[in-house]
């Protein structure tokens, strides 16, 4: 089987999986309230106006699974979806960062919270790290990435809102986000760039995160 083979085989498979059940669990202000670490988890982080529950409505085919705040930077818990009854894996909304009006004992929570799941939870397979291709990579965003070396957590760059942007624009966007990524020993040496609104690059997330819970 030839890799263009394998690869629309692996988009079939995230199609079907996630054309199943897919839905909200509980929010987790803390670890002890997770569920049972028992099935494969993949989670996702970025800034907080960076689209993050679009992608997540647009990847599950659920429009307001997953919940848009007005206020960026508002939820502070990690809210979980299990794919499959029963579940096979999860995924996990981590709280938005880089809110600018945020209170400092808010940003601590934040940072206790994110490297308490990172670092505590045996079962996370992969970080999605949004970015918004409008603005491309922020010193924030850096220190997340470090963060994820720090904990040794593979992590792998989405970018979003592609439909906003010239095709040229987005194509030196993903090329610069790509060589910004390699320089952490954490990255997976692949961006995706995706539009939750037009649904491009969808297919390709399905399958990486099909293909990081399962380990294929």
Known sequence: MTDDEQKAELIEAARKRFSGPVNFLLSAPELKFLPPADVPEIAFAGRSNVGKSSLLNAITGRHGLARTSVTPGRTQELNVFEVGEPAAFRLIDMPGYGFADAPKDVVRQWKHLVFDYLRGRPVLRRVLVLIDCRHGIKPVDREIMSLMDKAAVSFQ????????????????????????????????????????????????????????????
């Not at 993903?174 to 690059?201: F, M, N």
């Open 157 to 216: 760059v989405v970018l979003t809102k592609g439909d906003k942007i010239k095709p040229t624009e987005l194509a030196k966007v993903h090329e610069a986000t790509l060589g910004a990524a390699r320089i952490h020993p954490a990255a997976y040496p692949e961006v995706i760039a995706t539009s939750s609104e037009k649904g491009v690059g969808i297919p390709e997330l399905l399958a990486a995160v099909l293909a990081a819970a399962t380990g294929q």
